[in-house]
């Protein structure tokens, strides 16, 4: 907002900028997911490249301490930022109190106003709440996503509640640092909404590195003791209990729009039945003056999409034209090997009765995957059967996150499958497999 020329000011009330992702989120959660897999690496597979180490062990305190100095510097490089475009930025809680005003309370004390001619709320999403896990994280023993990235030893046995990203991510962190992790999901499939070929894949690999898994399982209750605590399930359709003893349980059934104290209902603005600001196809709310984005609006909660999201809302004030293609947003589970996705899955293709073909190489037969001793996983393109117009993008392997970009661009731009099949890859690379895939999509792979 600021580079377009609009005076712009920021109320935050955490006392670091970055939101969740910075401060309590992606970047904590990747730096601790690097350092257990380089140990995880060292442990179980230097073997394998001819490296012998002896003595290694886990400095949990440094590690932390390693993340920290992480989050520090990239919310520090915020302020500047802020600094170098000249944006106002104000410590406390904000509340709207009218179209083109906002009451701010000072973090250091009393209150202060702003008005303006455009009010964004970007306040993003807090854990939702599992009343039979109620969340103690000074505790440390019932905690969430926040919790689980303050812990101050590594715990013997750990329950994760909720099989989605954060369940899964964390989970593996520990998993990789000795925790005897389970992982209790109401559905019958992990990250439900993600395409079930990944989906199945990634629990036989969890599995495989000590992950254990009880699906189709509810929470009914918890009780913390001295030693730990004692989580009560059983099978979401109904039926006998069981007890599970944990050091820790990290509740990760989710997120919720963070809208408490905005002033939303007294200025009239809607919410939706899931708690979520309604906004039109240019992100404003019913009332003139007033814009949402992020977490709070409906669509996935990602920090890229609330990102672009922002960008397109301020470029619409400044009187441009701000435009998503929430088709082409992808997601990423940063497990390892990582889930990258862009587009349809073949479920939803199938439901809406779209005709396509699938092209799938795995990673077992790429020749850098080979070369590295990292070849779980595969990509998937799928393709309109008519056009050849990629309709969705699938991988499940290592660098997933950074090779679905490729996917995107197909997916923004409308590639077709021979589009990238033709394009020339360097050799030997990952991205091999996404061309293998292609070929395979719309005529046949050559490596396989």
């Excluded at 410590?91 to 009010?119: M, R």
Aim: charged share 25%.
């Amino acid at each position: 907002a600021a580079q377009l020329g609009l005076k712009t000011a920021c109320v935050e009330g955490r006392g670091r900028l970055g939101g969740t992702c910075l401060n309590v989120g992606c970047i904590p959660s990747k730096a601790l997911l690097e350092s257990s897999h380089h140990y995880h690496v060292a442990k179980h597979d230097f073997d394998k490249f001819g490296l012998e180490v002896d003595g290694l062990r886990v400095n949990f305190g440094r590690m932390m301490s390693q993340k920290d100095d992480v989050v520090e510097g990239l919310t520090s490089g915020i302020e500047g930022l802020f600094k170098k475009n000249k944006v106002s930025y104000i410590k406390g809680w904000g509340k709207i109190i009218g179209s083109n005003e906002v009451s701010v309370a000072l973090t250091e004390g009393g209150n202060e106003s702003i008005k303006a001619k455009n009010i964004l709320i970007a306040s993003g999403s807090e854990v939702t709440p599992l009343p039979p896990a109620p969340v103690d994280n000074e505790g440390k023993k019932i905690v969430d996503s926040t919790g689980a990235l303050e812990l101050d030893k590594i715990p013997d046995k750990m329950v994760v509640v909720g099989g989605g990203v954060i369940g899964l991510e964390l989970g593996s962190v520990y998993s990789r640092l000795g925790t005897e992790v389970t992982v209790v999901e109401y559905m019958n499939t992990l990250c439900p909404g993600m395409d079930k070929e990944l989906t199945k894949y990634l629990d036989r690999v969890l599995k495989k590195q000590g992950l254990k898994f009880k699906m189709k399982t509810k929470v009914t209750g918890t009780e913390v003791t001295d030693a730990g605590v004692k989580v009560t399930v059983e099978p979401a359709a109904g039926g006998d209990a069981e007890e599970i003893e944990a050091d820790v349980v990290l509740v990760a059934t989710g997120r919720r729009p963070y809208t408490a104290g905005l002033g939303l209902e007294e200025l009239g603005i809607p919410l939706d039945a899931q708690g979520r600001v309604e906004v039109d196809e240019h992100f404003r709310t019913q009332v003139d003056g007033i814009w949402a984005i992020g977490d709070v609006i409906k669509g996935p909660m990602l920090a890229h999409k609330a990102e672009h999201e922002g960008i397109a809302a301020v470029e619409t004030m400044a009187g441009m034209s701000g435009h998503i293609n929430y088709s082409a947003i992808p997601g990423v589970i940063y497990t390892h090997p990582e889930v990258a996705s862009v587009g349809a899955t073949e479920e939803e293709l199938k439901e809406a009765g779209v005709k396509f073909r699938k092209g799938k190489f795995n990673f077992m037969a790429n020749s850098r995957g080979r070369a590295v001793q990292d070849t779980d996983g595969f990509v998937k393109v799928l393709a309109d059967a008519e056009t050849d117009r990629i309709l969705g993008v699938h991988i499940v392997g290592p660098n997933a996150g950074e090779m679905i970009m490729e996917g995107v661009i197909a997916v923004e731009y409308s590639a077709s499958s021979e589009d990238l099949a033709r394009a020339t890859h360097a050799h030997p690379t990952l991205s091999e497999a996404m061309k293998e895939a292609c070929l395979a999509c719309f005529s046949k792979p050559i490596h396989s």
